[in-house]
């Protein structure tokens, strides 16, 4: 029996629907872009101060989750202790949560008035409505992207090449440097690209938590929820630039990482 004759054709019209819902916004975007107009309105200084603080936030952003996703991945996987599934469902929580739900929670944690917030205030630290906030809005949202790949990347992985490492005398630390870590890379690699389109893209959480002050606090999303307000074309330049930011990244960094 040949591949063709074993291929279940039922599934086609479906797939082709589901395309076509995924592609048609898209498509709107570009049938409805000022084309004409575009070079003006991209000019504009608030784009470019928007752009920037997307560009720098989405990357520390993906920097702290890796700083600190990684290592719970690793828990989550290799760990066997009571409540990990609990932990495991609040890890993943944020996936499910609105985000702007996210960003109450990070006001009444990390704000002013929130349960850290006085000790905060007392070491001069302020989050909420500045760009850190920014950060972490940002980082609440997306690292679970990152720790999920991760961490079923860990569950699967062959573990005999680490139990090798241990027998020959390795410490832990160098086990999981030396080891672990280089058998994780593409699903690390993977999950960084994921957790930066994610963060890149986040608004509720972002506006709820650090507000939407221009050159501050305003990212990309806000700037396009903002000008579709007064000005539905400027709205459309800068989704524009968000779209072709979030292609290019997980084109170009797909080819090399996410190869299946």
Do not use: H, K
Request: hydrophobic share 55%; proline share 7%.
């Amino acid at each position: 029996m040949t591949g063709r004759s074993r291929t279940p054709w039922g599934l086609l019209a479906p797939a082709v629907l589901g395309l076509l819902f995924l592609v048609t916004p898209l498509v709107g975007l570009l049938v409805r872009a000022p084309w004409r107009r575009l070079g003006s309105l991209l000019s504009d200084p608030t784009v470019g101060q928007a752009l920037r603080l997307s560009l720098l936030s989405a990357t520390l952003a993906t920097l702290l989750s890796l700083a600190v996703g990684v290592p719970l991945a690793w828990v989550l996987a290799r760990l066997d202790f009571p409540g990990r599934r609990l932990l495991r469902a609040l890890v993943t929580l944020p996936l499910v949560l609105p985000p702007v739900v996210g960003g109450v929670g990070l006001l009444y944690a990390f704000g002013r008035r929130g349960v850290l917030g006085p000790a905060l205030a007392d070491l001069g630290i302020s989050l909420s409505f500045t760009t850190a906030g920014v950060v972490l809005a940002e980082a609440f949202v997306a690292m679970p992207f990152l720790v999920v790949t991760v961490e079923g990347a860990l569950a699967a992985g062959d573990r005999r090449y680490e139990e090798a490492a241990t027998t020959l005398g390795a410490s832990g630390w160098t086990t999981f440097r030396r080891v672990t870590l280089p058998l994780v890379a593409p699903s690390i690699a993977a999950g960084s690209v994921l957790c930066f389109a994610r963060a890149l893209g986040e608004f509720g959480a972002t506006i709820t938590f650090a507000g939407n002050l221009p050159g501050t606090t305003q990212t990309m999303p806000l700037a396009v929820y903002l000008a579709l307000e007064s000005d539905p074309d400027a709205a459309i330049a800068l989704a524009l630039v968000l779209l072709a930011l979030s292609v290019v990244v997980l084109v170009s960094l797909r080819e090399r990482w996410l190869r299946p």
